[in-house]
């Protein structure tokens, strides 16, 4: 079993923040998964709402906010007073840490309601600059962003995110170009997951913090899990 450190290592730290990635980073595991959102100057940045009130000591919508803005506001102290000062991070500052790394990173492009033009492309520039196509998975709910990132940039390895119990998820996939189904959990340990990874299709699956659904999960042939809390999944599976 593959393990993804979800938003970080956000069980622990302040998710999307760079302490989250850094301590993702030091552990023997998969990957990392990420969001990213658009500022109003066009700056791809790593948070997971559309708003910065959930996860900062500001208000608005990263929309119409300038990535100076962004900066100033504090991404930590939401989380604990330790991490007072904390910054939402820049796409390009996340995958300078990972440069280095052997991790695979599932960059996630948001799209909850309005439309972000540009902001695929300049994903896919940032990572074709630092040469991680190899290691980079898109992945979206919009899944016209995912069938237009693999005719964009068929070298990067796509995944479809869903919720749904899908009948013929694997078949769904292929005719929008996804390499892999990126899939809530039920649908992962029901009937059409079970036989869809039996025939080679590849599934990741979140958001999984429990041992039991971990377990559930590997016995139905997923290949990876999201989790907030990677180090324990990982001593979990250390033995595999
Ligand atoms: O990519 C898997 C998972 O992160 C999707 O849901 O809401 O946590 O971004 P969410
Ligand atoms: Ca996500």
Known sequence: MEIFAHRGASGTRPENTMPAFRKAAELPIAGIEFDIHLTADGEPVVIHDETVDRTTDGTGWVKDMTFAEIRKLDAGSWFSA??????????????????????RLNIELKSDVLPYPGMREKVIRLVRE???????????????????AKREAPEIETGVLFMEILADAPG?????????????????????????????SLIRVFTVNSR?????????????IFTDYPEEMARLFSGD
Not at 130 to 148: A, C, M, N, P, Q
Not at 213 to 224: D, F, V
């Open 130 to 148: 630092f040469g991680l196509e190899e290691r980079v998975i898109l992945s979206s709910f919009d899944h016209v962003t995912i069938r237009e």
């Open 212 to 224: 039991e659904h971990a377990e559930w999960l590997r016995r139905s042939g997923a290949r990876a």
């Open 172 to 200: 769904y996939a292929a005719s929008i170009g996804a390499d892999a189904l990126h899939s809530a959990i039920p649908y992962a340990v029901r009937e059409p997951g079970i036989r869809a990874a039996a025939t080679g």
């Open 82 to 103: 330790e991490y007072e000062g904390e910054r939402i991070p820049s796409l390009r500052e996340v995958l300078e840490l990972f440069h280095g790394t052997a991790h």
